[in-house]
């Protein structure tokens, strides 16, 4: 009887020890994504292609019940692209992010970039037309009037620049696992 009780105490303490170790692992999954928030302000202006930029994490992410990531981790980056505004277009960035460090000193390697609707470019809107021309329209019941037609003509797009304190999004494009 003793020789079953302690086999069963050891096979339970076994089990035991290998949950605890999992339990401490924690995987953020490909597409998870963060609200962060700009620390040092940048611009297609001044920025060149792997200059380094740095976000923080604006509020607690958890998994499940535990705080995978905890407010205040900072995420470094660099720049990865860098369009010049042109005529008709806005100047664009593209940052990709290679790690984070956690308020307890934590580094983990990683691999996402900041989102935007504009193929993850932040800026690079379309500028308004340059110039417009008269068009007379006609009806039977309305005098004749003229309308403003734009030209194929466009303004010349302004730098981006992307303020300390702006709120964007990290997206992550690989597992990261969090221990």
Known sequence: MILLCSLFFFAVKTYGGETDETENILKIREGAFVKVMVRDEFSTLTADIGDEVTFINTSDMYVYETNAIPEN?????????????VEGKDGALKISIYKMITPDKKVYKLTGHIYSENGNYLGGNETAPAYYHKVPHYSSRMKPFLQAAPLNIYQMGKHTVVKPGAELFLIF??????K
Do not use: C, H
Request: hydrophobic content about 35%; proline content about 5%.
């Open 173 to 178: 494009e690989k597992d990261v696992i969090l």
């Open 73 to 85: 981790t900072i995420f470094y980056g660099e720049i990865e692209d860098v369009r010049e505004p």
